[in-house]
């Protein structure tokens, strides 16, 4: 694992058949048994979500009440930092609350966004509890609230807004501030999100203002859609390549070992190519350059070899 790349380890969110049992089980050892496990995979920090996905619903009350208990049992058994992840205002109020950074140092909250609710309320948070703050760059306001960002300079400025609101009403250090430029699933990427967010990495690691911020990506959806076994591999060439654009933390599995592959690494050069390929020529729109890199990804898993790194 690179000593550059600083994981959030993933487990403990019921997109995962352990957590969903945890929590469908209200069995705060189940928890503890996930935290120990990433701890010793080397994660730097312990993301927890205890929200709904597709395969169990939640109740946001029944998150609240069990929030205290989960964050005592992780505790008692790690002093490797919490990250709270979730879009409600409450659930931040509450974890925080019962977080003791005593044992943990510095928790994370995850996220702000020009889509929360309660958004001041939530940048308060950041404030009253010292917390590190990631913040969503793939998202602007706009006249409706907010929009998804479709080109690197929206992001770019996105990511200011949050900076400079989070310097002036929160006192965070540009070093306190995680910004998340967002990462799409590379083979359905019809409209070159990708290369978006990478960009925006690369024009925010160029802003003097915004020297000293780290910036992170949520890792495991990128090569959804491609073959299972192809997917690792993938995965690792797209650390190489976003941790040039100045991409420092993941969020990701930590059981999957999420490193970058070395920049001479054929598997590279061909993530590369295909992510040029999504580039649009004159005259094009996004979409067609947007379906001619989903096709170059798909070629790309077909002739591969799969090799152990």
């Known amino acids: 694992m690179s000593k550059n790349l600083r994981i959030v380890g993933e487990l403990m969110n019921n997109s995962y058949a352990r957590a969903r049992k945890a929590f469908t089980e209200r069995d705060p050892k189940g928890y503890q ?32 009440d069990f929030l205290p208990e989960v964050i005592s049992a992780i505790q008692d058994v790690t002093e490797i930092p919490i990250a709270f992840d979730n879009p409600s205002f409450m659930y931040h109020k509450v974890a925080l609350r019962h977080y003791d950074r005593r044992k943990g140092g510095a928790p994370i909250l995850n996220s702000l966004a020009a889509s929360r609710e309660h958004l001041d309320e939530m940048v308060e948070l950041v404030k009253h509890y010292d917390t590190l703050a ?8 706009s006249e409706d609230g907010a929009s998804q960002c479709l080109n690197a300079r929206d992001s770019h400025r996105a990511a200011r807004y949050f900076v400079e609101t989070l310097a002036t009403r929160a006192g965070r250090r540009n070093d306190q501030i995680i910004i998340d430029p967002g990462l799409a699933p590379v083979g359905a990427d019809t409209y070159g999100l990708v290369n ?7 024009l925010i690691s160029l802003d003097p203002e915004l020297k000293g911020v780290h910036m992170i990506v949520g890792l495991s959806n990128f090569a959804w859609g491609t073959p299972k076994a192809f997917r690792a591999e993938l995965e690792k060439a797209y650390l190489t390549i ?32 295909a992510l040029e390929q999504g580039r ?20 790309l898993c077909s002739e591969a070899e799969v090799v152990d790194f």
């Open 134 to 141: 990631v913040v969503m760059a793939s998202e602007a306001f």
């Open 196 to 202: 978006i967010g990478l960009d925006a990495m690369r």
């Open 242 to 273: 976003g941790m040039e654009a100045g991409l420092d933390f993941v969020l990701a599995n930590p059981e999957k070992s999420p490193h970058p592959l070395p920049k001479e690494h054929p598997m590279v050069a061909k993530l590369r190519d």
């Open 280 to 299: 649009s020529r004159e005259g094009e729109s996004n979409e067609i350059s947007g379906y001619r890199q989903v096709e170059a990804i798909m070629a």
């Open 33 to 64: 048994a996930l935290a120990q496990l990433q701890a010793e995979l080397g994660a730097s920090y312990l993301s927890l979500n205890l929200d709904g996905t597709q395969q169990i619903q939640v109740r946001k009350q029944e998150m609240l």
